[in-house]
């Protein structure tokens, strides 16, 4: 199955939280992958962190085809066109950045492909808007001014939507703040891949916070609408 732009907004906002992974390995990467299916995750993102990124990329992507194909697997930390169309052509299901490059715009959107850059400022996120993103990443999302940061750019520019990633927690205090500001989704990396003291993930504790976090956004998406 190919997702379009339009079907990976969706799936980020129905689910409510994008797992962000790496590993060299690629065994662990698809152990990961399917624990954080299992919890619920329909929409993952790989990111482009080391030197052969590229190459187990490749293979998540054929084990997701094979084993997982509802999950739409994407790709983060890329920064130029260049890496961008590499990871196309691997089958990425969507580009998410750390930054914002209009280059990397131009190339999604020749290929209708979804494309997350990386915002830090009103003006960066509307003009990623103004370049063709849906939903704008901000990043590094608890140090750009967290849930008052979403809250203030709401409010001049209520259709932004907005994935804050980078030191969202997993806890209900932490979740109902971002979703009470009105994020779209929250990227959730470092703190939903658990170890054991032997350094092992956890793969059973990774699948139960994800569970715990997409149901708690629900829970609380729930309350909002019987407030209102
Ligand atoms: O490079 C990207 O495209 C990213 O998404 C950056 C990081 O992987 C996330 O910021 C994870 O942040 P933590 O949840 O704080 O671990």
């Known amino acids: 199955m190919k997702f379009s732009r339009i079907d990976i907004a969706l799936m980020m906002k129905s689910v409510g939280m994008v797992p962000v992974f790496y590993h060299k390995d690629i065994e662990v990467c698809k152990q990961v992958l399917k624990a954080c299916y299992k919890g619920g995750a329909r929409v993952f993102e790989f990111t482009n962190r080391g030197d052969f990124a590229h190459e187990v990329f490749a293979e998540l992507v054929h084990f997701r085809n094979k084993e997982l194909p509802e999950l739409a697997l994407g790709i983060g930390t890329i ?112 703190q939903l891949f658990v170890k054991d003291t032997n350094g092992d993930f956890n793969l059973e504790q990774i699948e139960n916070k994800v569970a715990y976090v997409i149901e708690m956004i629900h829970q609380i998406r729930v309350q909002e609408v019987e407030i209102v």
């Not at 089958?91 to 490059?101: E, K, M, Q, R, T």
């Not at 850059?117 to 849906?134: F, K, V």
């Not at 999302?141 to 980078?166: L, R, Y």
């Open 79 to 190: 920064y130029d066109a260049p890496t961008t169309a590499l990871y196309l052509q691997l089958g990425a299901d969507f580009i998410v950045s750390p930054i914002l490059n209009a280059e990397m715009a131009k190339i999604c959107n020749r290929r209708k492909v979804s494309w997350s850059p990386g915002c830090g400022t009103l003006t960066e996120i509307s003009y990623a808007e103004e370049l063709g993103a849906e939903v704008v990443k901000i990043f590094p999302g608890a140090q750009v001014g967290g849930p008052e940061f979403v809250k203030a750019v709401k409010g001049p520019q209520p259709w932004s939507s907005i994935m804050p990633t980078g030191g969202v927690k997993p806890t209900e205090e932490n979740l109902r703040s971002w979703i009470d500001a009105g994020v779209h989704c929250v990227g959730i990396g470092s």
